[in-house]
T-cell receptor, first 112, second 114 residues
Framework: DAMVIQNPRYQVTQFGKPVTLSCSQT?????MYWYQQKSSQAPKLLFH???????NEADTPDNFQSRRPNTSFCFLDIRSPGLGDAAMYLC???????????FGPGTRLTVL | TQLLEQSPQFLSIQEGENLTVYCNSS?????LQWYRQEPGEGPVLLVT?????EVKKLKRLTFQFGDARKDSSLHITAAQPGDTGLYLC??????????????FGKGTLLTVNP
């Protein structure tokens, strides 16, 4: 089945220790998104790729970086996680953009 | 900043009751999507509405897009405990070139009691 896969589902890291979250898709969609969702809040867009074209949200902290080596994979790097970065991180894809975003199951990040 | 006002924020009803969730904005969206999210999982797309005045039905769920494409509603008939979850509306707008971004409402946490 075509889908959006996120690994790991649960990630525990220490304060200040870099962490990478991964997302892969079998939908062959050209747009991939990373969202941060905190408890009882709506998802907040961090950045997105249209093919290789990277688009950063103005309020996304510099601590967050992303890589998209190919159509199928996208990574979220948090260089120095703080306690406030503990959240659910959601990857989504769409094609065409703006229509039918499909979300992965998310990675729950805990920062100790 | 685009705002999409979603109401109510919390809703607790008995099984068999009907309910409506609203999303309103002062801005026009090219499309509007409704999602349902369960705890610890990603949002699952329920429907996308694109045309002003469009009505879509998904079993007991009826989705409507306003004529001006600024608002939308989700109506659930005869709610069941399995409908419990966080319902999110999200409007899509062009953000430059061929890029689109979703603006999410804050969500409606629905609890259907047996």
């Amino acid at each position: 089945d075509a889908m959006v896969i996120q690994n790991p589902r649960y990630q525990v890291t220490q304060f200040g220790k870099p962490v990478t979250l991964s997302c892969s898709q079998t939908l062959n969609h050209n747009v991939m998104y990373w969202y941060q969702q905190k408890s009882s809040q709506a998802p907040k867009l961090l950045f997105h790729y249209y093919d290789k074209d990277f688009n950063n949200e103005a309020d996304t902290p510099d601590n967050f970086q992303s890589r998209r080596p190919n159509t199928s994979f996208c990574f979220l790097d948090i260089r120095s996680p703080g306690l406030g970065d503990a959240a659910m991180y959601l990857c989504a894809t769409s094609s065409p953009p703006g229509i039918n975003e499909f979300f992965g199951p998310g990675t729950r990040l805990t920062v100790l | 900043t685009q705002l999409l006002e979603q109401s109510p924020q919390f809703l607790s009803i008995q099984e068999g009751e009907n309910l409506t969730v609203y999303c309103n904005s002062s801005s026009v969206f090219s499309s509007l999507q409704w999602y349902r999210q369960e705890p610890g999982e990603g949002p699952v797309l329920l429907v996308t509405v694109v045309t002003g005045g469009e009505v879509k039905k998904l079993k007991r769920l009826t989705f409507q897009f306003g004529d001006a494409r600024k608002d939308s509603s989700l109506h659930i008939t005869a709610a069941q405990p399995g409908d419990t979850g966080l319902y999110l509306c999200a409007g899509a707008r062009r953000s430059g070139g061929s890029n689109y971004k979703l603006t999410f409402g804050k969500g409606t946490l629905l609890t259907v009691n047996p």
